[in-house]
């Protein structure tokens, strides 16, 4: 991921039915290499879908699953290269560097264990982590 493909995320977010002509022009690209991206954002499970909200349906505060992820990197990581990562990544809040047994701490959210669980999977494949650790927020 990329800041094009942040940009794109941040867009989606606030205007899921935006065309790809549309999308293209706001951040630069052409129609088709908007909808590339868009693709292998889906592709990679960053983007898990699109729907309509309904006002009687629209979830609440607390709707989101808040995870704090206890972080080891592998032995060969790069903290810096980590951290870039981690900016880059949506659902992430706040990556703190921490004594003891992990490196870092993030805080994240995401919509659903899915969600989760494909973060977690980032981690290990693209963040760097060796070892990850992670507790739900209650409240």
Known sequence: MDTIDSLILKIL???????????????????????????????????LGYQAILADDAAGP????????????????????FLAWAKTTPAVR?????????????????PTTKALDQLLRLLKSEGGAAQTQTRLALR
């Open 13 to 47: 977010g606030q205007e899921a039915r935006i065309s790809f002509s549309d999308l293209g022009r706001r951040i630069g690209l052409s129609t088709n290499a908007a909808s590339a991206r868009v693709r292998r954002l889906e592709d990679d499970g960053v983007i």
């Open 94 to 110: 706040d990556a703190v560097h921490v004594t003891g047994p992990y490196d870092y701490i993030l805080h994240a959210v995401v």
């Open 62 to 81: 607390g709707s989101n699953l808040e995870a704090f992820i206890d972080i080891r990197l592998k032995p060969d990581a790069d903290s810096a290269t």
